[in-house]
């Protein structure tokens, strides 16, 4: 079946370590985001990628990196210099750059900083 | 600066009751999208609906019906005869266009969601 996976669903992490989310898809689609949602917030855009070897911060990229190595993978990285990175993680994935394009969500990975 | 704004935190009804869910938005472009997501309680956002700033018709899906007034700024929402199955958060999101230069991403501002809840 077509879709997005994201691995693991849940993680957790001790203050100081990094971690990376993994978000894979099949749709052949140009496009990846990553969004964080926390409660009772709608989700913010954390960086996408229009194309594979090229990405951009979103409204709230500190503390995070990510990489496109390949056209259906899209892994996120949260580092240590992120303050506050407990929250669910979504990736999602449209067919090409532009507005008018849907955009696919993964499952989500919760991240707990213990 | 592009904005979405879901006044509606939660929502409780009983079902086979009907819904509105009220998104006003604020953009300056003249071109750009509207869609509405439902996310259960399992995470993944699931597509309703996109609807484009040059088309205002209403748009009826099954129960699900969509209201787009631009003179208003408003794309709400209308479940007619909720069942428990449509207990969710419900997220509309806006999409300015793409610019002459053609380097829109595609960016999505998102409202701040809907808590929908049927009971039985």
């Known amino acids: 079946d077509g879709g997005i996976t994201q691995s693991p669903k849940y993680l957790f992490r001790k203050e100081g370590q990094n971690v990376t989310l993994s978000c894979e898809q099949n749709?052949?689609?140009?496009?990846m985001y990553w969004y964080r949602q926390d409660p009772g917030q709608g989700l913010r855009l954390i960086y996408y990628?229009?194309?594979?070897?090229?990405?951009q911060k979103g409204d709230i990229a500190e503390g995070y990196s990510v990489s496109r190595e390949k056209k259906e993978s899209f892994p996120l990285t949260v580092t240590s210099a992120q303050k506050n990175p407990t929250a669910f993680y979504l990736c999602?994935?449209?067919?090409?750059?532009?507005?008018?394009?849907?955009?696919?969500f993964g499952p989500g990975t919760r991240l707990t900083v213990l | 600066a592009q904005k979405v704004t879901q006044a509606q935190t939660e929502i409780s009804v009983v079902e086979k009751e009907d819904v509105t869910l009220d998104c006003v938005y604020e953009t300056r472009d003249t071109t750009y999208y509207l869609f509405w997501y439902k996310q259960p309680p399992s995470g993944e956002l699931v597509f309703l609906i996109r609807?484009?700033?040059?088309?205002?018709q209403n748009e009826i899906s099954g129960r699900y019906s969509w209201n787009f007034q631009k003179s208003t700024s408003s794309f709400n929402f209308t479940i007619t005869a909720s069942q428990v199955v449509d207990s969710a958060v419900y997220f509309c999101a806006l999409s300015e266009g793409d610019n002459a230069g053609g380097t829109s991403y595609g960016k999505l501002t998102f409202g701040q969601g809907t808590i929908l809840t049927v009971h039985p």
């Open positions: 990628s229009q194309i594979v070897n090229d990405f």
């Open positions: 999602a994935s449209s067919l090409r750059r532009g507005s008018y394009n849907e955009q696919f």
């Open positions: 609807r484009n700033s040059f088309d205002e």
């Open positions: 749709l052949n689609h140009d496009a």
